[in-house]
């Protein structure tokens, strides 16, 4: 079970935090990617991390303004977001995948097997 958190309203240029926390499996063994989808669009992989493979990955459309960081002893996956643009207003998910999928189901999601329930940012000009 994945439950994301942290989505709000925010203006633009300004940050959010978003956590996802994990349950039911064994953390350490899969990659937690963050994906948004917005309304009429097509769901875009964002960033993952893996521990085990002891790597993380970002999309080239969130790189330098994205982190994403783990806290393995609380089973919790974080995104801090930085300079937030309108452009980025969505409905953002977390999910696990098998660690040696985590990079690969950014754009092959189906590979992400557990998704978390979504939470909205919005972010105003």
């Known amino acids: 079970q994945l439950q994301a958190s942290g989505g709000g309203l925010v203006q633009a240029g300004g940050s959010l935090r978003l956590s996802c926390a994990a349950s039911?499996?064994?953390?350490?063994?899969?990659?937690i990617g963050w994906f948004r989808q917005a309304p009429g669009k097509k769901r875009e992989g964002l960033a993952c991390?893996?521990?085990?493979?002891?790597?993380?990955y970002y999309a080239d459309s969130v790189k330098g303004r994205f982190t994403i960081s783990s806290d393995n002893a609380k089973n919790t996956v974080y995104l801090q977001m930085n300079s937030l643009k309108p452009d980025d207003t969505s409905v953002y998910y977390c999910?696990?995948?098998?660690?040696?999928?985590?990079?690969?189901?950014?754009?092959?999601?189906?590979?992400?097997?557990?998704w978390g329930q979504g939470t909205q940012v919005t972010v105003s000009s």
């Open positions: 999910a696990a995948a098998a660690a040696s999928d985590g990079v690969a189901g950014l754009v092959q999601t189906w590979l992400y097997t557990y």
């Open positions: 039911g499996f064994a953390f350490d063994d899969y990659a």
């Open positions: 991390i893996s521990s085990s493979y002891g790597i993380t």
